[in-house]
């Protein structure tokens, strides 16, 4: 586990403003955020990731909606874990967002070693809270 650092830099890539609204006010309450960006667009936040020099970019934590159209959350997953700069190691923790509870999206979580986990929306300050733990120690 890693160490929880200040100011962490949240990115939330999600289509739903409205998700993203109760998102943002849920991490709004908690000392260790620095940071929210939004991307309503992956394609955007993928591209901001990949061409990226050095990792002053890079989020601590990135909030990943499963289902967007032109790409969902497992396809920007698959682009990051294919991007030949990502290789050795990916700098950020991915945690999917998810409406459902399908086995589906379940079975394909378990399969990908990037992601910590499912969070359901919409999410909630306890829920972050809990999350931060898992990720982090102290």
């Known amino acids: 586990m890693k160490k929880r650092p200040q100011n962490l830099n949240v990115w939330i890539v999600d289509d739903s403003t409205v998700d993203t609204f109760i998102t943002k006010n849920a991490l709004n309450d908690i000392d260790a955020i620095g940071n929210i ?10 591209e901001l990731l990949v061409s990226s020099e050095g990792n002053s ?6 909030l ?12 920007f997953v698959d682009e ?15 945690v999917m967002l998810t409406n ?17 986990e499912f969070l359901k929306k ?9 999350l931060l733990g898992k990720i982090y120690a102290g």
Not at 37 to 46: G, M, R, V
Not at 65 to 74: I, K, L, Q
Not at 122 to 130: A, G, L, M, R, T
């Open 122 to 130: 919409p999410i909630d300050h306890q829920s972050f809270e809990v």
């Open 100 to 116: 459902s509870q399908l086995a589906r999206d379940q079975e394909k979580y378990e399969r990908d070693l990037n992601l910590v």
């Open 57 to 62: 970019i890079y989020p601590d934590i990135i």
């Open 64 to 75: 990943l909606d499963v289902s967007m159209p032109n790409m969902d959350g497992f396809e």
């Open 80 to 94: 990051i874990d294919a991007a030949e700069k990502f290789e050795d190691e990916i700098p950020f923790t991915i």
């Open 37 to 46: 960006s939004h991307y309503n667009n992956p394609e955007k936040a993928l």
